[in-house]
Nanobody, 122 residues
Framework: QVQLVESGGGLVQAGGSLRLSCAASGSISSIKVMGWYRQAPGKQRELVATITTVITSSSTNYGDSVKGRFTLSRDNAKNAVYLQMNSLKPEDTAVYYC?????????????WGQGTQVTVSS
C-alpha cells in the first residue's frame, strides 16, 4: 500500500505561481513513477507531469499544455515530488491529483492522492 498526501493548492491570479507538494508513505520501494494529473470540470483527467523515481537516473514527462511553464522535481530522501507552476492561466484551473505507479509481483498498480484544488482567476 502507498499513501499520498498533497498540499499547496489554492487561488492565484493569472500569471502567478503555485507550488504543489506530494509526499508518499508506505511501500516506498515499490514506487517507480510519481507525478501529477489534473481534472477540470466536465473534462477527462489529463497528464500534467511525471518523473521516474530510480535513484541513479530520472526521466520527466510533461503534458503539452504545461511544457515550459511547469517544473516537476523529486526529493528521494523525503519520498516527495514538487510541482512548480509558473505563468498560470485560467485554463490551468482543475483538481490536481498526485499519482504513483508501483510495481507489484502481479504487475503495475496506480495510487492517487485525494486531490487539491487549483483555481486561476483571470
Amino acid at each position: 500500500q502507498v499513501q499520498l498526501v498533497e498540499s499547496g493548492g489554492g487561488l492565484v491570479q493569472a500569471g502567478g505561481s503555485l507550488r504543489l507538494s506530494c509526499a508518499a508513505s508506505g511501500s516506498i520501494s515499490s514506487i517507480k513513477v510519481m507525478g501529477w494529473y489534473r481534472q477540470a470540470p466536465g473534462k477527462q483527467r489529463e497528464l500534467v507531469a511525471t518523473i521516474t523515481t530510480v535513484i541513479t537516473s530520472s526521466s520527466t514527462n510533461y503534458g503539452d499544455s504545461v511544457k515550459g511553464r511547469f517544473t516537476l522535481s523529486r526529493d528521494n530522501a523525503k519520498n516527495a515530488v514538487y510541482l512548480q507552476m509558473n505563468s498560470l492561466k485560467p485554463e490551468d484551473t482543475a483538481v490536481y491529483y498526485c499519482y504513483a505507479k508501483t510495481l507489484r509481483p502481479t504487475g503495475f498498480f496506480a495510487y492517487w492522492g485525494q486531490g487539491t484544488q487549483v483555481t486561476v482567476s483571470s
